[in-house]
């Protein structure tokens, strides 16, 4: 908890020194809509000539690489690809197939009408494991999520989501839900709640333990177009794989084209 308190302190000390103009995906100038909560899709999207790169840093040196495009303002297509012990010792283990992603917007957001968007992802987090034939933590699969947008000093958003995965080698074949939060903190400084029921990772052979995944990030824009996400991960240690709370890092950069 201190570490987290000092981060914090940290980061709203040079949001202080941050002018006060559009950059990436966090805070209330932000001019990026975001895509996801921590892990978990959400309505945001991309628009058409955009094209957006993720880097993601998580446990055992791994790295997760991912573009995405805007081929219209309400449909984005994307790949990544990645794998884990990149970084220091131990034989790499890279994911088996590419991820694909797309997500369609369906309903724009209004007055009184969320946001509502579907998708398709086949990429999981965290890293494989090859003896499960599955990702630490499992890929959306398809899922559809709705998103709203309230003005409440800066900005809070709610999202919730249904999905349904296709890595099923444990046998676990149910739905699944998630949700969260969003709250400007300033002009360029976000906090974000994220909780995956996992109801689809919490079989005999499963790697959840039952009680879910609550994950939390603070996330930064600290020039055009680039957001610094720092990720606190299973803070419920339900991960029968993973010890303790899981520590990561995403950068984001969003160019036009």
């Not at 790499?92 to 197939?97: C, W």
């Not at 946001?115 to 086949?122: C, T, Y």
């Not at 499992?138 to 947008?149: F, W």
Request: aromatic share 8%; charged share 20%.
């Amino acid at each position: 908890m201190e570490r987290i308190r000092i981060c914090t302190l940290a980061l709203l000390l040079v949001q202080g020194l941050q002018p006060c103009y559009p950059q990436g995906s966090a805070g209330s100038s932000g001019d990026v809509e975001p895509r996801f909560l921590v892990d978990a899709p959400i309505a945001g999207m991309i628009r058409r000539g955009v094209v957006a790169f993720d880097a993601d840093f998580f446990q055992q040196g791994g790295i997760l690489l991912g573009i995405s495009v805007g081929v219209f303002d309400r449909l984005t297509l994307g790949v990544s690809y990645g794998g884990s012990n990149l970084i220091g010792s131990g034989e790499p283990v890279l994911n088996p197939v590419p991820g694909v992603n797309i997500r369609l917007r369906i309903v724009e957001e209004s007055l009184l009408l969320p946001a509502l968007a579907l998708g398709f992802d086949s990429q999981g987090r965290d890293g494989y494991i090859r003896s499960l034939n599955r990702y630490v933590i499992k890929s959306p699969g398809l899922y559809g999520v709705l998103s709203k947008n309230y003005g409440v000093w800066g900005f809070l958003s709610i999202h919730g989501g249904v999905n349904y995965t296709f890595e099923r080698t444990d046998e676990d074949r149910d739905i699944n839900f998630y949700c969260g939060i969003e709250k400007t903190i300033g002009p360029t400084i976000s906090l974000v709640l994220e909780y995956n029921l996992a109801a689809n990772d919490n079989e005999e052979e499963a790697v959840g333990q039952g009680s879910g995944y609550l994950n939390a990030a603070l996330k930064w824009s600290f020039g055009d177009g680039l957001t610094l996400s720092v990720n606190l991960k299973d803070l419920t240690r339900n991960s029968a794989v993973v010890e303790g709370v899981n520590r990561s890092v995403r950068l984001e950069y969003v160019k036009t084209l």
